[in-house]
């Protein structure tokens, strides 16, 4: 029997076995499967052949509807950043006990503001959105009102939302701009595209490190190149940390001395409550002063009083920056360890990341371009997140792993030991 039809055999008895294992999982699939498409509202949620059901979160673990407890180590795509903390409970539970949807302001949003402005260089002035996608959307519609212009820069590989996926097969659902999806990590193939079309360029939105595009961090020359490039064309520089901005206090922008003229936020700034914010200099954000006749941005729950509770509590108690460092320097000894472990296995996988992000590759490696994951072959991405789940670890069926404030050197350590007995 060839490689292939081993891995064909070991991926048909793993998908079995997750089968039998996970009965109420499975109904309650087949149940959602009549009115949700595929069962699914969250396209990245799905695992073949059903995706498990979970009932409850204890710090760390997931419970699901089969009682099975897996260490979560893909804080729900990075929103979870903060963990399940008491103290992100009880300012939820502080805002139902004064009540909620006033429809008017009030002033937790201006003390998650003034945090907000406060934590990243590039941010003078910020606006709250509802999710990341959002965030980008009116950043591009910003850049696109301040410059007149009408092409974006965006790069191959990259996610700045469902309707902004430049990945494989991202272009059946994409917000019509005028994009020009170059390379990442090219410069020169930026500095062409500037010099054929720089007075036409409204904006470049980049991603400090490719985060769905498997974690592959920017080079710093390469993000330098854009800034210069993006100031000389009169183009705005977006940067896309809705990932990345856990990095540091100051996100990816502060570590690598770079400041954009936009940034859009996600994820957890808000404790794992539904979030999004898009800033930048005082002058593009101007343009939104309704006083001042500005441009419309509406949104009903872009200050919803849980969302600037919760945010606002996270910037004044909850993220000291030791907290931050903890977590990243947890991960960066994660993915050395699972370096080391690949190494020692010779097994053709490697890892990837910045900090407490990672995405574990079916490739030798080295991964620096997304090119580099051409021959990946997903049949063993998939058989290792099945092994691992069956061991009593989630990461996502891509690799990708998200590390919390409540994962533990232990459970890294442990983790990274069922790696090496999979190997
Ligand atoms: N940009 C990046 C870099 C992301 O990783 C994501 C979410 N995975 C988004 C934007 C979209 O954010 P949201 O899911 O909140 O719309």
């Known amino acids: ?189 930026a500095e062409s595209e500037f010099a054929v079309n720089g007075a036409d360029i409204s904006c470049v939105l980049v991603e400090p490190m490719l985060g769905a595009g498997g974690c592959i961090p920017g080079q710093p020359e390469f993000l330098g190149a854009l800034r210069q490039l993006s100031a000389a064309a009169g183009s705005v520089l977006i940067f896309d940390e809705v990932m990345t901005s856990r990095l540091a206090i100051g996100g990816a922008q502060e570590l690598l001395g770079i400041t954009p003229d936009m940034t859009t936020l996600g994820k957890y700034l808000a404790g794992g409550l539904s979030f999004g914010a898009f800033g930048g200099r005082r002058d593009l954000m101007a343009a939104f002063d309704p006083g001042a006749g500005g441009l419309s941005h509406g949104g009903t729950f872009n200050n919803n009083a849980f969302t600037m509770a919760v945010g606002a509590s996270v910037h004044q108690t909850l993220i000291a920056p030791g907290a931050l460092r903890a977590v990243n320097q947890r991960g960066d000894a994660m993915r050395d360890a699972l370096a080391k472990t690949f190494a020692d296995a010779s097994a053709a996988w490697s890892v990837t990341g910045w900090g407490s992000l990672a995405t574990l590759h079916p490739v030798a490696g080295p991964v620096t371009l997304p090119d580099d994951l051409r021959d990946a072959d997903p049949r063993r991405r998939e058989l290792l997140f099945h092994e691992l789940l069956a061991a009593g670890f989630y990461i996502a069926p891509r690799g990708y792993i998200a590390l919390t404030m409540d994962v533990t050197d232990d459970d890294v350590d442990r983790f990274v030991a069922a790696v090496a007995e999979i190997c």
Do not use: C, K
């Open 1 to 189: 029997m060839g490689v292939s039809d081993t891995l064909d055999t070991a991926l048909a008895t793993a998908r079995e076995r997750y089968v039998a294992a996970h009965p109420r999982s499975r109904e309650l699939a087949e149940r959602a499967a009549e009115v949700l498409p595929g069962g699914n509202t969250r396209s990245v949620l799905h695992i073949e052949p059903f995706a498990f059901r979970v009932v409850a979160a204890d710090g760390a673990y997931l419970i699901d509807a089969d009682g099975h407890r897996v260490l979560d180590l893909l804080g729900d795509y990075s929103a979870g950043l903060l963990g399940r903390r008491d103290e992100v409970a009880d300012v939820v539970r502080a805002v139902l006990d004064r009540g909620w949807s006033y429809g008017a302001m009030s002033e937790p949003e201006t003390t998650f503001a003034e945090a907000v402005v406060g934590r990243f260089p590039s941010v003078d002035q910020v606006r709250f959105t509802n999710s990341g996608t959002e965030a980008n959307t009116m950043a591009l519609l910003t850049a696109h009102h301040a410059t007149g212009r009408e092409r974006v820069v965006v790069f191959a590989g990259a996610y700045h939302g469902g309707p902004l996926y430049f990945g494989a097969g991202g272009d059946g659902l994409r917000i019509p701009f005028e994009f020009a999806v170059l390379p990442y990590n090219d410069i020169a193939a």
